[in-house]
Protein backbone atom coordinates (compact mmCIF):
# COMPACT_ATOMS: atom_id res chain seq x y z
CA UNK A 1 0.00 0.00 0.00
CA UNK A 2 1.14 3.35 -1.01
CA UNK A 3 2.17 5.95 1.12
CA UNK A 4 3.04 9.65 1.81
CA UNK A 5 6.80 10.36 0.65
CA UNK A 6 7.29 7.11 -1.07
CA UNK A 7 9.39 7.25 -4.07
CA UNK A 8 7.68 5.40 -7.28
CA UNK A 9 8.79 4.90 -10.73
CA UNK A 10 5.06 4.71 -13.24
CA UNK A 11 3.94 4.90 -16.61
CA UNK A 12 1.73 7.69 -17.34
CA UNK A 13 -1.32 6.90 -19.70
CA UNK A 14 -3.46 9.69 -19.98
CA UNK A 15 -4.76 13.20 -18.90
CA UNK A 16 -7.34 13.65 -16.63
CA UNK A 17 -9.61 16.74 -17.03
CA UNK A 18 -7.87 19.34 -14.36
CA UNK A 19 -4.74 18.82 -16.38
CA UNK A 20 -2.89 16.05 -14.03
CA UNK A 21 -1.02 12.84 -15.85
CA UNK A 22 -2.80 9.54 -14.89
CA UNK A 23 -0.57 6.46 -13.69
CA UNK A 24 -1.13 3.30 -12.09
CA UNK A 25 1.13 1.48 -9.22
CA UNK A 26 -0.44 -1.99 -9.09
CA UNK A 27 -3.96 -0.71 -10.47
CA UNK A 28 -3.59 2.08 -7.71
CA UNK A 29 -4.15 5.09 -9.82
CA UNK A 30 -1.72 8.02 -9.06
CA UNK A 31 -2.42 11.29 -10.06
CA UNK A 32 1.30 13.24 -11.21
CA UNK A 33 1.21 17.09 -12.43
CA UNK A 34 3.08 18.23 -15.03
CA UNK A 35 3.42 14.63 -17.19
CA UNK A 36 1.76 13.29 -20.72
CA UNK A 37 0.39 10.08 -21.91
CA UNK A 38 3.25 7.66 -22.49
CA UNK A 39 5.99 8.95 -20.36
CA UNK A 40 8.42 7.45 -17.64
CA UNK A 41 8.38 8.93 -14.84
CA UNK A 42 9.64 8.98 -10.86
CA UNK A 43 7.56 10.57 -8.72
CA UNK A 44 7.08 11.42 -4.45
CA UNK A 45 3.64 10.72 -3.07
CA UNK A 46 2.05 13.31 -1.61
CA UNK A 47 -0.97 11.87 -0.26
CA UNK A 48 -3.30 9.38 -0.30
CA UNK A 49 -6.94 8.60 -0.48
CA UNK A 50 -9.14 5.59 -0.50
CA UNK A 51 -9.55 4.97 -4.24
CA UNK A 52 -6.24 7.69 -5.73
CA UNK A 53 -3.20 9.20 -4.85
CA UNK A 54 -1.28 12.51 -5.88
CA UNK A 55 2.08 12.58 -6.39
CA UNK A 56 4.76 15.19 -7.64
CA UNK A 57 7.07 14.80 -10.32
CA UNK A 58 10.66 14.48 -9.40
CA UNK A 59 12.16 13.51 -13.00
CA UNK A 60 11.03 12.76 -16.53
CA UNK A 61 12.66 9.01 -16.99
CA UNK A 62 11.06 8.61 -21.30
CA UNK A 63 9.94 12.01 -22.62
CA UNK A 64 6.59 12.02 -24.79
CA UNK A 65 7.25 13.75 -28.25
CA UNK A 66 4.82 16.44 -27.29
CA UNK A 67 6.89 17.39 -24.26
CA UNK A 68 7.94 20.97 -25.29
CA UNK A 69 10.29 23.70 -22.94
CA UNK A 70 7.84 26.01 -20.89
CA UNK A 71 8.68 29.55 -21.73
CA UNK A 72 7.38 31.18 -18.29
CA UNK A 73 10.01 30.60 -15.64
CA UNK A 74 7.25 30.24 -12.48
CA UNK A 75 5.70 27.32 -14.40
CA UNK A 76 5.58 24.09 -12.04
CA UNK A 77 5.05 26.76 -8.92
CA UNK A 78 2.65 29.21 -9.74
CA UNK A 79 -0.83 27.79 -10.29
CA UNK A 80 -2.36 29.69 -13.47
CA UNK A 81 -1.14 27.24 -16.21
CA UNK A 82 -1.60 23.16 -15.82
CA UNK A 83 -0.20 22.90 -20.04
CA UNK A 84 2.73 24.54 -20.57
CA UNK A 85 5.03 21.75 -20.71
CA UNK A 86 3.18 19.85 -24.01
CA UNK A 87 3.17 21.59 -27.32
CA UNK A 88 -0.46 23.09 -28.29
CA UNK A 89 -1.82 20.15 -30.87
CA UNK A 90 -1.58 17.82 -27.76
CA UNK A 91 -3.18 20.16 -25.71
CA UNK A 92 -6.14 20.15 -28.17
CA UNK A 93 -6.12 16.71 -28.21
CA UNK A 94 -6.19 16.82 -24.43
CA UNK A 95 -9.35 18.93 -23.79
CA UNK A 96 -11.27 17.10 -26.95
CA UNK A 97 -10.47 13.89 -24.95
CA UNK A 98 -11.16 14.69 -21.53
CA UNK A 99 -14.59 16.95 -22.61
CA UNK A 100 -15.54 13.94 -24.45
CA UNK A 101 -15.21 11.82 -21.45
CA UNK A 102 -17.35 13.98 -19.12
CA UNK A 103 -20.29 14.02 -21.48
CA UNK A 104 -20.10 10.59 -21.91
CA UNK A 105 -19.80 10.33 -17.97
CA UNK A 106 -21.33 12.84 -16.65
CA UNK A 107 -24.09 13.83 -19.32
CA UNK A 108 -24.66 10.36 -20.79
CA UNK A 109 -24.49 11.70 -23.64
CA UNK A 110 -22.77 10.06 -27.19
CA UNK A 111 -19.00 11.42 -27.23
CA UNK A 112 -19.58 11.91 -31.01
CA UNK A 113 -21.80 15.09 -30.44
CA UNK A 114 -18.65 16.94 -29.45
CA UNK A 115 -16.90 18.98 -32.28
CA UNK A 116 -13.05 19.24 -32.87
CA UNK A 117 -11.66 22.01 -30.13
CA UNK A 118 -11.39 25.34 -32.10
CA UNK A 119 -7.88 26.37 -31.39
CA UNK A 120 -6.67 29.86 -29.79
CA UNK A 121 -4.92 31.85 -32.94
CA UNK A 122 -2.93 33.57 -29.84
CA UNK A 123 -1.75 30.73 -27.17
CA UNK A 124 0.44 32.91 -25.12
CA UNK A 125 -0.23 36.43 -24.53
CA UNK A 126 -4.10 36.58 -24.97
CA UNK A 127 -5.50 36.93 -21.01
CA UNK A 128 -7.48 40.67 -20.76
CA UNK A 129 -8.20 40.50 -17.17
CA UNK A 130 -5.82 38.85 -14.39
CA UNK A 131 -6.05 38.25 -10.94
CA UNK A 132 -2.64 39.01 -8.47
CA UNK A 133 -2.30 38.67 -4.25
CA UNK A 134 -0.32 40.48 -1.96
CA UNK A 135 1.04 38.21 0.92
CA UNK A 136 3.67 38.65 3.33
CA UNK A 137 6.43 36.26 2.88
CA UNK A 138 7.76 36.35 6.34
CA UNK A 139 10.74 34.20 5.91
CA UNK A 140 12.16 36.48 3.13
CA UNK A 141 10.76 39.18 5.28
CA UNK A 142 9.13 40.64 1.73
CA UNK A 143 5.28 41.16 0.07
CA UNK A 144 5.07 38.59 -2.58
CA UNK A 145 2.72 39.55 -5.17
CA UNK A 146 1.48 37.46 -7.62
CA UNK A 147 -0.94 33.91 -8.07
CA UNK A 148 -1.38 30.96 -5.64
CA UNK A 149 0.83 28.01 -6.13
CA UNK A 150 -0.70 24.71 -7.34
CA UNK A 151 0.58 22.76 -4.65
CA UNK A 152 -0.37 25.20 -1.39
CA UNK A 153 -2.02 28.41 -0.45
CA UNK A 154 1.47 30.47 -0.26
CA UNK A 155 1.46 32.98 -3.56
CA UNK A 156 3.87 33.09 -5.79
CA UNK A 157 6.02 36.50 -6.41
CA UNK A 158 6.19 36.68 -9.83
CA UNK A 159 7.13 39.75 -12.53
CA UNK A 160 5.80 38.78 -15.41
CA UNK A 161 2.48 36.38 -16.88
CA UNK A 162 3.29 34.67 -20.04
CA UNK A 163 -0.38 33.93 -21.25
CA UNK A 164 -1.51 37.63 -19.82
CA UNK A 165 -2.06 40.64 -22.24
CA UNK A 166 1.69 42.93 -22.65
CA UNK A 167 0.03 45.67 -21.20
CA UNK A 168 -1.03 43.92 -18.39
CA UNK A 169 2.33 42.79 -17.31
CA UNK A 170 3.52 46.76 -17.54
CA UNK A 171 0.63 47.26 -15.24
CA UNK A 172 1.82 44.55 -12.90
CA UNK A 173 5.35 46.06 -12.81
CA UNK A 174 3.73 49.24 -11.77
CA UNK A 175 1.67 47.43 -9.02
CA UNK A 176 5.18 45.75 -8.41
CA UNK A 177 6.97 49.26 -7.93
CA UNK A 178 4.14 50.78 -5.84
CA UNK A 179 2.93 47.93 -4.08
CA UNK A 180 -0.15 47.30 -1.81
CA UNK A 181 0.12 48.18 2.27
CA UNK A 182 0.08 45.05 3.66
CA UNK A 183 -0.67 41.09 2.36
CA UNK A 184 -4.07 39.53 1.95
CA UNK A 185 -5.30 42.37 -1.03
CA UNK A 186 -6.08 41.14 -4.43
CA UNK A 187 -5.67 43.48 -7.53
CA UNK A 188 -7.45 42.85 -10.23
CA UNK A 189 -5.42 44.00 -13.72
CA UNK A 190 -7.82 44.26 -16.87
CA UNK A 191 -7.52 45.62 -20.15
CA UNK A 192 -10.51 47.03 -20.91
CA UNK A 193 -11.99 45.78 -24.96
CA UNK A 194 -12.68 48.22 -27.35
CA UNK A 195 -15.63 50.20 -27.55
CA UNK A 196 -17.20 47.95 -24.86
CA UNK A 197 -18.05 49.64 -21.68
CA UNK A 198 -17.61 47.04 -19.09
CA UNK A 199 -17.91 47.96 -15.07
CA UNK A 200 -14.71 46.69 -13.20
CA UNK A 201 -16.88 43.68 -11.01
CA UNK A 202 -19.07 42.49 -14.44
CA UNK A 203 -18.13 39.62 -16.49
CA UNK A 204 -16.34 40.40 -20.12
CA UNK A 205 -14.70 37.36 -22.12
CA UNK A 206 -10.66 37.36 -21.27
CA UNK A 207 -9.95 36.03 -24.78
CA UNK A 208 -10.42 38.40 -27.49
CA UNK A 209 -8.43 36.31 -29.94
CA UNK A 210 -10.86 33.98 -30.00
CA UNK A 211 -13.81 35.62 -29.19
CA UNK A 212 -14.84 36.25 -33.15
CA UNK A 213 -14.98 32.15 -33.43
CA UNK A 214 -17.10 31.96 -30.33
CA UNK A 215 -19.76 34.82 -31.32
CA UNK A 216 -19.56 32.94 -35.09
CA UNK A 217 -20.20 29.37 -33.14
CA UNK A 218 -23.28 30.48 -31.24
CA UNK A 219 -24.77 32.58 -34.39
CA UNK A 220 -24.46 29.32 -36.69
CA UNK A 221 -26.27 27.43 -34.22
CA UNK A 222 -28.73 29.76 -33.65
CA UNK A 223 -29.50 30.43 -37.56
CA UNK A 224 -29.47 26.35 -37.75
CA UNK A 225 -32.22 26.47 -34.76
CA UNK A 226 -34.45 29.26 -36.74
CA UNK A 227 -35.49 31.58 -33.83
CA UNK A 228 -37.30 34.76 -34.13
CA UNK A 229 -36.36 36.17 -31.18
CA UNK A 230 -33.64 35.70 -28.66
CA UNK A 231 -33.35 35.73 -24.54
CA UNK A 232 -30.12 35.93 -23.56
CA UNK A 233 -29.84 34.77 -19.88
CA UNK A 234 -26.69 35.89 -17.63
CA UNK A 235 -26.51 38.53 -20.41
CA UNK A 236 -23.97 41.04 -17.98
CA UNK A 237 -22.63 43.69 -20.63
CA UNK A 238 -25.07 42.64 -23.34
CA UNK A 239 -22.57 41.22 -25.23
CA UNK A 240 -24.60 38.30 -27.05
CA UNK A 241 -27.45 39.69 -27.62
CA UNK A 242 -25.64 42.70 -29.20
CA UNK A 243 -23.46 40.80 -31.23
CA UNK A 244 -26.53 38.48 -32.58
CA UNK A 245 -28.91 41.32 -32.84
CA UNK A 246 -29.11 41.05 -36.50
CA UNK A 247 -29.53 37.49 -36.61
CA UNK A 248 -33.33 37.56 -35.11
CA UNK A 249 -35.99 40.01 -34.93
CA UNK A 250 -35.64 40.93 -31.20
CA UNK A 251 -34.23 39.95 -28.00
CA UNK A 252 -33.86 40.33 -24.48
CA UNK A 253 -31.13 40.31 -21.96
CA UNK A 254 -31.21 39.66 -18.24
CA UNK A 255 -29.31 39.99 -16.08
CA UNK A 256 -29.49 40.78 -12.19
CA UNK A 257 -26.53 43.04 -11.65
CA UNK A 258 -27.89 47.03 -12.07
CA UNK A 259 -24.48 47.98 -13.48
CA UNK A 260 -23.98 45.56 -16.15
CA UNK A 261 -27.60 46.65 -17.33
CA UNK A 262 -26.53 50.14 -17.39
CA UNK A 263 -23.67 49.25 -19.33
CA UNK A 264 -25.63 46.88 -22.07
CA UNK A 265 -27.59 50.07 -22.69
CA UNK A 266 -25.45 51.74 -23.44
CA UNK A 267 -23.46 49.23 -25.42
CA UNK A 268 -26.02 48.88 -27.19
CA UNK A 269 -26.78 52.43 -28.03
CA UNK A 270 -23.54 52.97 -29.26
CA UNK A 271 -24.02 50.56 -31.93
CA UNK A 272 -27.37 51.75 -32.80
CA UNK A 273 -29.36 48.29 -31.95
CA UNK A 274 -32.56 49.12 -31.39
CA UNK A 275 -34.16 45.65 -31.48
CA UNK A 276 -33.59 44.17 -27.97
CA UNK A 277 -34.14 45.72 -24.56
CA UNK A 278 -31.89 44.85 -21.43
CA UNK A 279 -33.77 43.75 -17.92
CA UNK A 280 -32.37 44.05 -14.86
CA UNK A 281 -33.71 41.02 -12.66
CA UNK A 282 -33.37 37.89 -10.99
CA UNK A 283 -32.98 35.51 -14.10
CA UNK A 284 -35.25 32.81 -12.50
CA UNK A 285 -38.03 35.36 -11.54
CA UNK A 286 -38.63 37.33 -14.81
CA UNK A 287 -37.86 34.29 -17.09
CA UNK A 288 -41.79 32.86 -16.64
CA UNK A 289 -43.54 36.04 -17.47
CA UNK A 290 -40.85 36.58 -20.44
CA UNK A 291 -41.53 33.38 -22.24
CA UNK A 292 -45.43 34.29 -21.63
CA UNK A 293 -44.44 38.15 -22.93
CA UNK A 294 -43.11 36.75 -26.46
CA UNK A 295 -44.01 33.49 -28.33
CA UNK A 296 -42.47 30.92 -27.80
CA UNK A 297 -42.88 28.81 -30.81
CA UNK A 298 -40.11 31.41 -32.60
CA UNK A 299 -37.61 31.88 -29.38
CA UNK A 300 -34.40 30.86 -28.51
CA UNK A 301 -32.75 31.13 -25.08
CA UNK A 302 -29.03 31.61 -24.83
CA UNK A 303 -27.41 30.59 -21.18
CA UNK A 304 -24.57 32.17 -19.82
CA UNK A 305 -23.96 31.24 -16.32
CA UNK A 306 -21.72 31.62 -14.05
CA UNK A 307 -18.64 28.28 -13.61
CA UNK A 308 -21.03 26.38 -11.02
CA UNK A 309 -23.73 26.36 -13.95
CA UNK A 310 -27.59 26.76 -13.57
CA UNK A 311 -29.63 26.86 -10.31
CA UNK A 312 -31.95 23.81 -10.47
CA UNK A 313 -35.02 26.07 -10.56
CA UNK A 314 -33.73 27.43 -13.48
CA UNK A 315 -33.63 23.89 -15.36
CA UNK A 316 -37.07 22.96 -13.92
CA UNK A 317 -38.30 26.00 -15.57
CA UNK A 318 -36.72 25.62 -18.96
CA UNK A 319 -37.87 21.72 -19.15
CA UNK A 320 -41.56 23.07 -17.81
CA UNK A 321 -41.44 25.96 -20.36
CA UNK A 322 -39.65 24.27 -23.35
CA UNK A 323 -38.31 26.76 -25.07
CA UNK A 324 -37.52 25.34 -29.30
CA UNK A 325 -34.01 26.40 -29.09
CA UNK A 326 -31.80 26.51 -25.78
CA UNK A 327 -27.87 27.48 -26.54
CA UNK A 328 -25.71 26.90 -23.58
CA UNK A 329 -22.55 28.68 -23.12
CA UNK A 330 -20.03 27.86 -20.49
CA UNK A 331 -16.41 27.55 -19.50
CA UNK A 332 -17.08 24.19 -16.76
CA UNK A 333 -17.63 21.58 -19.32
CA UNK A 334 -18.23 19.82 -16.04
CA UNK A 335 -20.96 21.21 -15.06
CA UNK A 336 -22.65 22.09 -18.08
CA UNK A 337 -22.68 18.44 -18.76
CA UNK A 338 -24.39 18.15 -15.52
CA UNK A 339 -26.64 20.61 -16.49
CA UNK A 340 -27.77 19.09 -20.51
CA UNK A 341 -28.07 15.86 -18.64
CA UNK A 342 -30.81 17.31 -16.83
CA UNK A 343 -32.52 19.29 -19.11
CA UNK A 344 -32.68 16.20 -21.93
CA UNK A 345 -33.28 13.99 -19.07
CA UNK A 346 -36.77 12.00 -20.09
CA UNK A 347 -36.42 13.42 -23.80
CA UNK A 348 -37.83 16.79 -23.04
CA UNK A 349 -34.43 18.22 -25.11
CA UNK A 350 -32.86 16.70 -27.16
CA UNK A 351 -28.24 17.39 -27.59
CA UNK A 352 -27.56 18.56 -31.07
CA UNK A 353 -23.58 19.15 -30.57
CA UNK A 354 -21.00 20.56 -28.55
CA UNK A 355 -18.44 23.00 -30.44
CA UNK A 356 -15.37 23.44 -27.68
CA UNK A 357 -13.28 26.47 -28.16
CA UNK A 358 -9.75 27.09 -26.54
CA UNK A 359 -10.72 30.39 -24.90
CA UNK A 360 -7.68 29.75 -22.22
CA UNK A 361 -4.27 27.99 -23.45
CA UNK A 362 -1.96 26.68 -21.87
CA UNK A 363 -4.20 25.71 -18.47
CA UNK A 364 -6.85 23.44 -17.93
CA UNK A 365 -9.93 25.55 -18.93
CA UNK A 366 -12.06 25.50 -22.08
CA UNK A 367 -15.14 27.18 -23.19
CA UNK A 368 -18.04 25.39 -24.74
CA UNK A 369 -20.71 25.60 -26.57
CA UNK A 370 -23.90 23.39 -26.92
CA UNK A 371 -26.66 23.29 -29.07
CA UNK A 372 -30.11 21.77 -27.84
CA UNK A 373 -33.86 21.64 -29.53
CA UNK A 374 -36.90 20.53 -28.09
CA UNK A 375 -37.86 17.26 -28.55
CA UNK A 376 -41.69 18.40 -29.65
CA UNK A 377 -40.36 21.15 -31.87
CA UNK A 378 -38.30 18.43 -33.43
CA UNK A 379 -40.60 15.98 -33.94
CA UNK A 380 -42.92 19.16 -35.79
CA UNK A 381 -40.30 19.76 -37.77
CA UNK A 382 -39.44 16.21 -39.02
CA UNK A 383 -43.40 15.81 -39.40
CA UNK A 384 -43.35 19.03 -42.02
CA UNK A 385 -40.58 17.75 -43.99
CA UNK A 386 -42.18 14.36 -44.48
CA UNK A 387 -45.61 15.91 -45.44
CA UNK A 388 -44.71 18.97 -47.01
CA UNK A 389 -46.29 22.60 -45.81
CA UNK A 390 -50.26 22.25 -45.61
CA UNK A 391 -51.91 23.96 -49.20
Not at 14 to 43: K, S
Not at 91 to 108: A, N, P, S, T, W
Request: some cysteine; charged content about 25%; glycine content about 8%.
Amino acid sequence: MLKARDKISLTIDDVAFGGEGVGRVDDFVVFVPFTLPGERVEAEVREVKKHFARARLLHVERASPDRVEPPCRYFGRCGGCQYQHANYPAQLRFKHKQIRDLFERVGKFSPDLVAAVVPCPRPYGYRNRIMVRSQWNKPEQKLNIGFVRWDCGLVEDIEECRIAEPVLNERLRHVRAHPPPKGGIKIVLRAPPDNWEVPPDSFFQNNLFLLPRLVETVRGFLRAGGAKRLLDLYCGVGFFGIELADAVESFAGIEYDRRAIQAARKNAARRGIINGEFVSADVEDALPELLKSIPPESTAVLLDPPRKGCPPRMLRLLRETKPPQLIYVSCHPATMARDLNVLCGGGVFELMQVRPLDMFPQTQHVECVADLRARETLAKSHKMDSTGPAQ
